[in-house]
T-cell receptor, first 114, second 112 residues
Framework: GAGVSQSPRYKVAKRGQDVALRCDPI?????LFWYQQALGQGPEFLTY????????KSGLPSDRFFAERPEGSVSTLKIQRTQQEDSAVYLC????????????FGEGSWLTVV | DAKTTQPPSMDCAEGRAANLPCNHSTISGNEYVYWYRQIHSQGPQYIIHGLKNNETNEMASLIITEDRKSSTLILPHATLRDTAVYYC?????????????FGKGTHLIIQP
């Protein structure tokens, strides 16, 4: 596709429910990032993939958060047993490995936990 | 990554040049200055980046001081669509795992 695509765009989950957020990066982009953005704050790094390898997951806030990219393309961020503090926008971004000047972001998945 | 300091908000009249300052006094020699912006309800958008020379593209100009401790993003003819949060970020370029560390940015409001 022309840009980074994320789905669902909006998700309302009941507390305790599991959610899965999907990211389709720009075709051919080796690097993939997930960020979390709370209301009124800047995006915060969650995790990074190079192809299918998850090289950095230092930003994942708890073991309820899990990300995968099994074939080095599409990625899924899963949140188990959601809590109200998980309410945020989850942004996916990708970049070509050799040209890391720019990182391209998707529109985000807006998660509200009620 | 070095930290940056930006004013929390700024106003600018439509059609005028918007000058957004950023301080990055602890920047390292191999760190670039990047600017991104985030329009409401959208993902961040790359604007421009530079190392030590001034840079210009179709969106903006970036002026970096000689000591590299501060920079200014210039939007030459601001329009209402330029209302957004602007993030100044310093980052080592060349490493795939090296992402972006966002601060709170500057909320630029373009007034009609």
């Amino acid at each position: 596709g022309a840009g980074v695509s994320q789905s669902p765009r909006y998700k309302v989950a009941k507390r305790g429910q599991d959610v899965a957020l999907r990211c389709d990066p720009i075709s051919g982009h080796v690097s993939l990032f997930w960020y979390q953005q709370a209301l009124g704050q800047g995006p915060e790094f969650l995790t990074y993939f190079q192809n299918e390898a998850q090289l950095d997951k230092s930003g994942l806030p708890s073991d309820r958060f899990f990300a995968e990219r099994p074939e080095g393309s599409v990625s899924t961020l899963k949140i188990q047993r959601t809590q109200q503090e998980d309410s945020a926008v989850y942004l996916c971004a990708s970049s070509p490995l050799r040209q890391t000047y720019t990182i391209y972001f998707g529109e985000g998945s807006w998660l509200t936990v009620v | 990554d070095a930290k940056t300091t930006q004013p929390p908000s700024m106003d600018c009249a439509e059609g005028r040049a918007a000058n957004l300052p950023c301080n990055h006094s602890t920047i390292s020699g191999n760190e670039y200055v990047y600017w991104y912006r985030q329009i409401h309800s959208q993902g961040p958008q790359y604007i421009i980046h530079g190392l030590k020379n001034n840079e210009t593209n179709e969106m903006a100009s970036l002026i970096i001081t000689e000591d590299r401790k501060s920079s200014t993003l210039i939007l030459p003819h601001a329009t209402l669509r330029d209302t957004a949060v602007y993030y100044c970020i310093v980052r080592v370029s060349g490493g795939g795992a090296d992402g972006l560390t966002f601060g709170k940015g500057t909320h630029l409001i373009i007034q009609p």
